[in-house]
C-alpha cells in the first residue's frame, strides 16, 4: 500500500521529474539494555580510560568541575587504576568483565524469547561508560531501520546517577540525529513481580538445598546523603525493594537487614555502611548471614570482589562463621523471561507482531 501518488517519471520534453522517496512500509522496533559500564582490560590504561569518563559525569560527582578537575586527574586517576587491576583481575571472566558477559547474555536472552513469541524486535547492549556505547547501540538500531526504540536502563531502583544519566546519553545521541526515532524509557522496576519473584526464588531455592542463614542482609549501591536531601528517590526505593522481597521471602523485620556499600570519599553517604554493620554483626554473635545486592542486575566488581571477598573476610575475621553471596540474577532461566515481559509491556502500541 503507497501513502502517495506515484509521479510521472518523465515529461513530454524528455526531462525527469524528481522521483517520490520509496514509501515506509514498515518500521522496526529496537530495545537497548544498558548497563553501567566497565574497563575494556583488567589492566591500569584501561581502568584509567574508563574512571574518566565514569567520573567525568557530574550526574555521578556532584562537585563543581574546577574543583573535582584536579582531584580526578591527580590522586584519582594515578593511583586508583593501579590499586584496582588486581582487583578487577581476580573476577575476569574468558569473555570480558562479569557485567559486559552478563547483560550482553541477558541481551541474547530476551531477544531470544521476544523472537519465539513473534516480536519483530532487535535488541542491543549499551553501556553508559565504555564499549558497547549507547550511540553505538542506537546507530546500528536506526541503521536497521528501527523508528521506534525503548531504552532500558538496568537498574531496577532508580537513581539520578544511573538511570538519569542514560537518559541524558540517549537524548544527546538522539540530538545529534536527523531522523530521530520515537523514544521511550523504562524509568524503574523496584517492585516488579517480573523481577523480585526470580530473586525471591533463587534465594528460596539456596535455602531448601543449604538451610536458612541468622539474617538476610541485602546490600544496596550507596549514594551521597546529600543526592537524597536533594530529592534522589534511591533511598526510597531501596526500601521498598527490599520490603517486597522480604514478604516475597515470609521474612520478618527483624530476619533481614538493608545497608549500603561502595562509598567513596569522605562525604556521608546512605547508612548502615554494609562492611562495618556486618563486622558489628559478627561481634554481637550472629555468625550465619546471607547477602545479596538486589540492585545489581549482573555481578561486577562490587558484588564479586567488594561483597564476596572484602566483606566476606572482614566478617569472618570479626567471629562469623557462614558467609554466603547470593549471586546476581544475571542469565537466570526465570529472569530472562521477567525481563523479556518487563520489555513486551512498554512496547503496546508500537507494530511489533511479525504478521502484521
Keep these: 500500500m503507497r501513502f502517495w501518488p506515484e509521479p510521472k517519471r518523465e515529461r513530454a520534453d524528455g526531462k525527469r521529474f524528481l522521483s517520490w522517496p520509496e514509501p515506509l512500509t514498515r518500521s522496526r522496533v529496537g530495545v537497548v539494555l544498558v548497563n553501567l559500564g566497565t574497563p575494556e582490560a583488567p589492566t591500569a590504561p584501561a581502568i584509567r580510560k574508563y574512571l574518566r569518563e565514569f567520573l567525568s559525569d557530574p550526574r555521578v560527582i556532584e562537585i563543581p ?57 532487535q535488541v542491543q547492549t549499551g553501556m553508559r561508560y565504555g564499549k558497547p556505547s549507547i550511540q553505538d ?51 524503574r522496576f523496584h517492585t516488579a513481580p517480573a523481577f523480585l519473584q526470580p530473586l525471591a526464588d533463587k534465594i528460596s531455592a539456596l535455602w531448601q538445598a543449604q538451610g536458612r542463614p541468622q539474617k538476610l542482609v541485602m546490600s544496596f549501591h550507596g549514594l551521597p546523603r546529600q543526592c537524597v536531601d536533594r530529592g534522589d528517590p534511591y533511598c526510597r526505593d531501596s526500601y521498598e525493594t527490599a520490603r517486597a522481597l522480604a514478604t516475597l521471602l515470609g521474612l520478618s523485620d527483624d530476619q533481614y537487614l538493608v545497608t549500603f556499600q561502595s562509598r567513596f570519599g569522605p562525604a556521608k553517604w546512605l547508612e548502615p555502611y554494609t562492611e562495618p554493620t556486618l563486622e558489628k554483626l559478627a561481634q554481637q554473635g550472629v555468625t550465619e548471614i546471607d547477602v545479596v545486592c538486589p540492585g545489581f542486575l549482573a ?58
Design 65 to 121: 568541575k574546577l574543583l573535582w578537575w584536579p582531584i580526578l586527574n591527580g590522586p584519582i586517576l594515578m593511583a586508583r587504576p593501579r590499586k584496582l587491576a588486581p582487583r578487577y583481575q581476580s573476577i575476569w571472566m574468558e569473555g570480558g568483565s562479569p557485567l559486559l558477559v552478563y547483560t550482553q547474555r541477558q541481551t541474547a536472552g530476551v531477544q531470544r524469547i521476544l523472537s519465539e513469541r513473534g516480536l519483530d524486535v
Design 137 to 187: 547501540a542506537m546507530l546500528n538500531l536506526r541503521d536497521s531501520g528501527c523508528e521506534h526504540i525503548l531504552v532500558v536502563p538496568m537498574y531496577p531502583q532508580y537513581a539520578s546517577s544511573t538511570t538519569a544519566t542514560v537518559v541524558d546519553e540517549v537524548m544527546r545521541v538522539a540530538a545529534r540525529m536527523r531522523n530521530q526515532p520515537a523514544l521511550r524509557f523504562i524509568k
Design 299 to 356: 555481578d561486577c566488581l562490587e558484588t564479586l570482589e567488594e561483597i564476596s571477598i572484602e566483606v566476606r573476610e572482614t566478617f569472618l575475621h570479626a567471629g562469623g562463621k557462614q558467609f554466603r553471596y547470593i549471586p546476581a540474577l544475571n542469565d537466570d532461566p526465570a529472569w530472562m523471561v521477567g525481563l523479556a515481559d518487563l520489555v513486551e509491556s512498554q512496547l503496546q502500541g508500537w507494530q511489533v507482531r511479525m504478521d502484521k
